[in-house]
């Protein structure tokens, strides 16, 4: 089956640090450009960043919003990308989704369900 | 990057045709094809229901189509139903080597 399993949301204190994972199954995650987008409450999708493959030497880009403050991970191995953000704000409170880019194309073609990040002291 | 402009709502009856736009520059809808569209149940994982602009995946009706002039997009879905309801957002590449959203558009059928 084709899919993206998120995990790694919670509560979190303004300031703190935390690394979400997607798993990847039913399609060669190696070759593909892995995205997050996050969604926070009662608000739109917002585009966080990426990291590309390793025929892209696993280059990475930001949004402006989090540029600094977040990283974003591959390992291949495991089919998982990963997304570490730290100084967390309030703002960052919203539910992160993982999608996928398949090579040479330039739409999300498939999404997990998304893990919620609360920023809360 | 500022977020792509959509109308926050649009409504419709079952049967009738409806059209949600999305606005860009000439940095991010006007200058490329990468334009798609995202159907999202809350609580659910988004959908690709349009990509590069015009295009339909497998699996998704052909009631639902795209067409883009010059900074703006446009999604229409014909012959609402029920089960079109939800929120629908598109997307743009940038100059920027970045992704866009638009705000989002709440479909209701009423």
């Known amino acids: 089956e084709v899919q993206l399993v998120e995990s790694g949301g919670g509560l979190v204190q303004p300031g703190g640090s935390l690394k979400l994972s997607c798993v990847a199954s039913?399609?060669?995650?190696?070759?593909?450009?892995m995205h997050w987008v996050r969604q926070a409450p009662g608000k739109g999708l917002e585009w966080v960043g990426r990291?590309?493959?390793?025929?892209?030497?696993?280059?990475?880009t930001y949004a402006a919003s989090v540029k600094g403050r977040i990283t974003i991970s591959r390992e291949d191995s495991k089919n998982t990308a990963y997304l570490e953000m730290n100084s967390l704000k309030t703002e960052d409170t919203a539910v992160y989704y993982c999608?996928?880019?398949?090579?040479?194309?330039?739409?999300?073609?498939?999404w997990g369900r998304g893990t919620l990040i609360t920023v809360s002291s | 990057q500022s977020a792509l402009t959509q109308p926050a709502s649009v409504s419709g009856s079952p049967g009738q045709s409806i059209t949600i736009s999305c606005t860009g520059t000439?940095?991010?809808?006007?200058?490329?094809?990468?334009i798609s569209w995202y159907q999202h149940h809350p609580g659910k994982a988004p959908r690709l229901m349009i990509y590069?602009?015009?295009n339909r995946p497998s699996g998704v009706s052909n009631r639902f189509s795209g067409s883009k002039s010059g900074n703006t997009a446009s999604l229409t879905i014909s012959g609402l139903q029920a089960e079109d309801e939800a929120d629908y957002y598109c997307?743009?590449?940038?100059?920027?080597?970045?992704?866009?959203f638009g705000g989002g558009t709440k479909l209701t059928v009423l």
């Open positions: 997307s743009s590449y940038t100059s920027s080597t970045t992704w866009v």
């Open positions: 000439s940095s991010d809808v006007g200058g490329y094809r990468y």
């Open positions: 590069d602009v015009s």
């Open positions: 039913g399609f060669t995650f190696s070759a593909s450009v």
């Open positions: 990291v590309r493959n390793k025929a892209n030497s696993y280059a990475t």
């Open positions: 999608t996928y880019i398949p090579p040479g194309y330039w739409y999300f073609d498939l």
